[in-house]
Nanobody, 127 residues
Framework: QVQPVESGGGSVKAGGSLRLSCSVS????????VGWFRQSPGKEREGVAT?????????KYADSVNGRFTISRDRARNELYLQMSSLKPEDTGMYYC???????????????????WGQGTQVTVSS
């Protein structure tokens, strides 16, 4: 069973960058989608990015982050990453690493597809 564990959150000024990491040990072979969701106070949970773990693509992004965030993975290290650039105050929130069971395809930013969630890592962007 996959147990995602996130790291790399922190505080940054607007325009800055952060890279989140997630250990996805225990992931099964097959068509497993992995991704990132975020939750901000007073806002609905939002899917940020997702990709197929085996091949690394095609990636899907929320419109709000497209062009600024990049999802990637390192299968040798069993790690997933989210590179965040040109950060805005509205990117502030708790970021969660997620994974599906095998066979969930295509990957989509639908929380109901992801039964495995990490504890989250906080990202705070100040203006």
């Amino acid at each position: 069973q996959v147990q995602p564990v996130e790291s790399g959150g922190g505080s940054v000024k607007a325009g800055g960058s952060l890279r989140l990491s997630c250990s996805v040990s225990g992931i099964e072979l097959g068509s497993v989608c992995v991704g990132w969701f975020r939750q901000s106070p007073g806002k609905e949970r939002e899917g940020v990015a997702t990709t197929l773990y085996d091949t690394g693509g095609p990636a899907k992004y929320a419109d709000s982050v497209n062009g600024r965030f990049t999802i990637s993975r390192d299968r040798a290290r069993n790690e997933l990453y989210l590179q965040m650039s040109s950060l805005k105050p509205e990117d502030t929130g708790m970021y969660y690493c997620v994974a599906t069971r095998p066979g969930i395809w295509p990957c989509a930013l639908d929380a109901s597809r992801f039964p495995f969630w990490g504890q989250g890592t906080q990202v705070t962007v100040s203006s």
